[in-house]
């Protein structure tokens, strides 16, 4: 089954910088992939879906990336502010045949003022 | 702005006793999700309903938790007899049937059994 990647270690930015996180995936690649945003306390809420023939994705000032060669997703938050500071999941499906996504773990972002 | 609710918030119960938690899902939306999330394993799987009916609970262990959809705007999980490994935050989640399943999740329910 798939297994999903993200760094367990916090990311720290100060405001105005390019946020960067990473997801990486093993085995097959999957038809699409998401990211969510967790605040403390609440549900996820989704941002972003990206599928398996698009490259990239842009919704404001967020971006996210697919490399289906490199089996990674990038997100990026450019200009990023204070409010941005939350945990950023990805989440693709569990199995070939299945369109169920399955969650990461998760990074932390603080964007330090 | 439609929005999944969640009852109850907060519980606390001692082991052994039942506990039952209920979600209301977007109206219109017809697959229903149920997460389990806590530090150490992340946002886990429990169940999966499409139309009311369970897809996947490979999840959950079957032997104390059941999940049901009474109705399309009621989904519940019960747990019973509930033990402390079992607190961790409850998310129920709801979307429209598609290929892609984005969901839109509830604000949880913080389970702590003593």
């Known amino acids: 089954s798939q297994k999903i990647e993200q760094n367990s270690e916090a990311l720290n930015i100060q405001e105005g910088k390019t946020a960067t996180l990473t997801c990486n995936y093993t085995n097959y690649s999957p038809a699409y992939l998401q990211w969510y945003r967790q605040d403390p306390g609440r549900g996820p809420v989704f941002l972003l879906l990206?599928?398996?023939?698009?490259k990239e994705k842009r919704k404001e000032r967020l971006k996210v990336t697919f490399d289906t060669t490199l089996k990674q997703s990038l997100f990026h938050i450019t200009a990023s502010q204070p409010a941005d500071s939350a945990t950023y999941l990805c989440?693709?499906?569990?199995?070939?045949?299945?369109?169920?996504?399955?969650f990461g773990r998760g990074t932390s972002l603080i964007v330090h003022p | 702005d439609a929005r999944v609710t969640q009852t109850p918030r907060d519980k606390v119960t001692e082991m052994g006793q039942e506990v039952t938690m209920r979600c209301q899902p977007i109206l219109g939306h017809n697959t229903v999700f149920w997460y389990r999330q806590t530090m150490m394993q992340g946002l886990e799987l429990l169940a999966y309903f499409r139309n009311r009916a369970p897809l996947d609970d490979s999840g959950m262990p079957k032997d104390r938790f059941s999940a049901e959809m009474p109705d399309a705007t009621l989904a519940t999980l019960k747990i019973q007899p509930s033990e402390p490994r079992d607190s961790a935050v409850y998310f129920c989640?709801?979307?429209?049937?598609?290929?892609?399943?984005?969901?839109?999740f509830g604000p949880g329910t913080r389970l702590t059994v003593l």
């Open positions: 990206i599928r398996e023939n698009e």
């Open positions: 989440a693709l499906p569990l199995s070939g045949g299945s369109y169920i996504p399955t």
């Open positions: 989640a709801s979307g429209r049937d598609s290929h892609t399943d984005t969901q839109y």
